[in-house]
């Protein structure tokens, strides 16, 4: 039996004192060799339903950013220079708040924008990520050019974006345009005009910063990592403040304020019926006869039906908004009228000064 295969030649070996002929002994192989090959095929095929559970395949709902150097261009002397600057994430932000992993970067020919709430943007394609944790932002009184309003300070974005309407409001001087078309994760344009370089006080305290200016920002302005780390400023989530220093070294504390908005239920407006593992664009209501840009935050009670909704910005028109929906259960579901999907947020600031 030197030349058997050793995986079935024991089982050979006790026919073998009633084995006879040769016949009888192919017959036997082949009945061992028969066996021997359907339990493996049992076996490889038990595996690959244990480790990979063929079902159509749910798109991600989160977006995350790929970090790649980074640069950007100042006007200097009526000339463009350009400089190269590193992403800088939030070492200023000691005893803080946990913020995102998602971070805010830009290119020449692509630029990532993380708008609020926090979402990844880059240049004309969406981009994968992985789920990341609740962020809660840091909202301070202060003035810009001379005009109050309140700001997020934001560590998870690279960059500070103020509201193309509230900069119609105060004076400013040296726009620099620069369109660019952006779009989030989930499809949620960003429209960058240009820059702008602006004067930040903060309480006594005179800052500078050159501010990317979007016509749907969902806030009067943001300050991002420029600004927090080239001030110096760290961040005290714990303590509910920041810190900042004088002209002298001294650090001067700045309490965060509660961002002023108003909240709206958003409804089904009829009943839905979601296949299994499906997808669907689904009609939502709420209280807002017509606006843009408001902040649709989804009900966490859908999850553990494994309904997933994206956070996302709307455009509300007679009442009335569109909503992705995903369905990621074998089985179809359904939602009656009326059932409450999440909230709707209106952001009063950008529109106090308007």
């Not at 039996?1 to 070996?13: A, T």
């Not at 980074?70 to 200097?76: L, R, S």
């Not at 290119?107 to 992985?130: M, V």
């Not at 600004?227 to 989530?237: D, E, F, K, R």
Request: with cysteine; proline share 6%.
């Amino acid at each position: 039996m030197s030349g058997i295969n050793p995986d079935f030649r024991k089982e050979l070996s006790r026919r073998e004192s009633s084995i006879n002929t040769l016949n009888e002994f192919l017959k036997y192989a082949k009945i061992e060799q028969d066996l021997h090959d359907t339990f493996g095929r049992l076996s490889f095929d038990s595996q690959q339903r244990h480790f990979n559970y063929n079902h159509p395949s749910i798109p991600l709902l989160t977006a995350t950013v790929n970090q790649p150097k980074q640069y950007y261009n100042k006007m200097k002397h009526n000339n463009y220079v350009s400089h190269s600057t590193q992403s800088q994430s939030s070492v200023s932000q000691r005893n803080s708040i946990p913020t995102l992993g998602n971070r805010t970067s830009m290119a020449p020919d692509r630029k990532q924008i993380r708008n609020y709430p926090p979402q990844s943007i880059s240049k004309k394609k969406p981009i994968n990520s992985r789920p990341t944790s609740q962020h809660q932002f840091n909202n301070c009184k202060i003035r810009v050019n001379d005009q109050p309003t309140e700001a997020i300070v934001d560590t998870g974005s690279a960059i500070s974006i103020i509201h193309s309407n509230f900069l119609k409001t105060i004076h400013h001087h040296n726009f620099l345009s620069q369109t660019h078309l952006c779009q989030t994760a989930n499809s949620t344009p960003l429209n960058i005009i240009g820059q702008i370089k602006l004067e930040i006080q903060i309480k006594s305290i005179k800052t500078y910063v050159t501010a990317h200016v979007a016509t749907n920002l969902i806030t009067s302005i943001l300050l991002g990592n420029d600004w927090i780390n080239s001030n110096h400023v760290h961040l005290y989530g714990d303590q509910k403040k920041l810190t900042i220093p004088n002209q002298y070294g001294q650090l001067i504390s700045i309490p965060y304020v509660e961002p002023t908005c108003i909240n709206y239920p958003a409804l089904l407006v009829h009943e839905i019926t979601l296949p299994p593992y499906s997808q669907k664009l689904v009609d939502i209501t709420c209280q807002v006869t017509k606006a843009n840009n408001l902040i649709f935050e989804p009900y966490e009670r859908h999850i553990s039906k494994f309904i997933f909704v994206p956070h996302t910005l709307l455009n509300i028109n007679k009442y009335q908004a569109k909503i992705l929906f995903i369905n990621a259960q074998n089985r179809q579901q359904t939602l009656s009228k009326n059932t409450r999907i999440g909230t709707i947020s209106r952001d009063a600031t950008c529109t106090i000064y308007a």
